[in-house]
């Protein structure tokens, strides 16, 4: 490379700070690898962050000055959100510059368009950092795994529910007592929806879908159900029956079309996933020629988000060096080659199910409830019932059905619900053996 790689950092937050770091402390090993010298020209940003010490680096806190910097080679977004952020990439792409980001928001949702404007003007944009923090899962579905046909994949791709779910389970608290610990330690934001609600990982697993099924991105197509509603006594008594659960993101290929679903998921405690606890992510791909491979790590942070954007950074500058010729596609296929896919509907999918309710301690619930499922196509293979509390004449009743699909469910639940024995909603979790 005859001349260095002049890089403008947008935003100066945690992982703005972070990449800067990382950049400046590491920059000997990273230069080595670009094959070429890294240098930040410009930081844009509207107040300084005393996490990073910025020296002599031009500072301005106009971020679309950098878009429009000649002297700029890559632009760096990290300020988040996706209205600004929006528009600083297409002013940087417009202005022929290539972009790095960190946002799965902007991707999931623009990413479409952004991808066709960065071709337009021949250059690209990556976004290894989008999805699972430091974990390099976009490289490898872009790239590892490009001798596969990917048969399907799930992930626990939000930090902050995994946190709140493993501390449900080891310790028994409750979800909003563990949601506020989350908030404290600066896990949650103070308005947690888009983590607790589903809303982040469904970014983040439209992005995987695409990569791995060769499709365009269709967030709106995905079906999100957050972790609200879950109770210690569901952990309990999943732990009961061998399970563990997990908020997943689960995208799958059949010859239906493709399934794009973020819920909470009961996993088979022997299974790689059911153990990942805390913070961390992992995601599990199933591919044809390989089988099952596991990508674990650091999802969010400082230093392990920063990882994954300069690695992008360096591939660039490689890129750079060696030319169009060598450039991957943003989703890993030539844009020609991506595939309008149908998306299944919910109601049509197929899992096994774990199901709650309260029912009348009496003799002939149990068969009402067995001959409803029989209507529907459904069999049970677990049951547990509890004895009734002092006093009381209702008790949980928990099933484990085998694979059924939703649309009989929604329907066999529904008559449940209807009983005079039974009291209240039945709790519906789905069950992934994640084994094919």
């Known amino acids: 490379m005859s001349k260095p790689v002049k ?46 010490d910025l020296g002599d680096t031009r500072v301005t806190r106009d971020i679309f000055e950098v878009a429009r910097d000649p002297e700029v080679d890559v632009l760096v977004e990290l300020i ?98 563990v949601l506020a610990e989350a908030q404290a330690l600066g896990y949650a934001e103070a308005d947690p929806t888009f983590d607790v609600e589903g809303i982040d990982a469904a970014h983040k697993l439209v992005i995987l879908a695409s990569l791995a099924f060769g499709m365009p991105l269709q967030f709106s197509s995905v079906y999100a159900e957050g972790i609200t509603r879950l109770t210690t006594q569901d952990v309990e008594y999943a732990e009961e029956l061998g399970y563990r659960i997990k908020h997943l993101g689960v995208a799958k290929q059949s010859d239906e079309g493709v399934e794009l679903r973020v819920h909470p998921t009961l996993i088979p405690e022997s299974r790689l996933l059911a153990n990942v606890n805390g913070v961390k992510n992992a995601v599990l791909v199933e591919g044809d020629a390989v089988g099952p491979t596991l990508y674990y790590g650091a999802g969010a942070g400082a230093e392990p988000t920063a990882s994954a954007v300069v690695a992008d950074i360096v591939d660039l500058a490689r890129e750079l060096g060696a030319g169009q010729q060598c450039r991957v596609p943003a989703l890993g296929f030539a844009t020609d080659a991506l595939q309008d896919l149908p998306i299944v509907p919910m109601e049509r999918v197929s899992t096994a199910w774990y199901l709650r309710m309260e ?19 459904i069999s049970i293979e677990a049951l547990i019932q509890k004895a009734p509390a002092a006093g009381e004449t209702r008790v949980p009743l928990i099933l484990l059905t085998n694979k059924a699909v939703q649309g009989n469910v929604d329907r066999a639940v529904a008559s449940i619900e209807g009983l005079d024995t039974i009291s209240g909603e039945v709790t519906r979790i789905r069950v992934e053996a994640l084994d094919g």
């Open 7 to 52: 890089v403008g950092i947008c935003g100066l937050g945690t992982v703005g700070s972070g990449t800067f770091n990382v950049l400046t402390r590491n920059a000997q090993a990273i230069n080595a690898r670009a094959q070429g010298e890294l240098e930040i020209t410009v930081v844009g940003a509207r107040r300084d962050n005393p996490a990073c």
């Open 80 to 177: 988040g959100g996706t209205t600004v952020a929006r528009d600083l990439v297409t002013e940087a792409l417009t202005n022929g510059k290539h972009v790095v980001t960190a946002n799965k928001a902007l991707i999931a949702e623009f990413g479409n368009e952004l991808f066709a404007l960065a071709e337009q003007n021949n250059v690209v944009i990556r976004y290894e950092a989008a999805v699972a923090g430091g974990i390099p899962i976009i490289k490898a579905l872009r790239e590892g795994l490009a001798g596969n046909r990917i048969e399907w994949l799930a992930g626990i791709i939000n930090g902050t529910g995994n946190f709140i779910l493993s501390e449900m389970r080891e310790k028994g608290r409750d979800f909003a007592d």
């Open 359 to 377: 029912a009348e301690d009496k003799p002939g619930v149990l068969s009402q409830i067995a001959s409803i499922f029989s209507d529907q196509g």
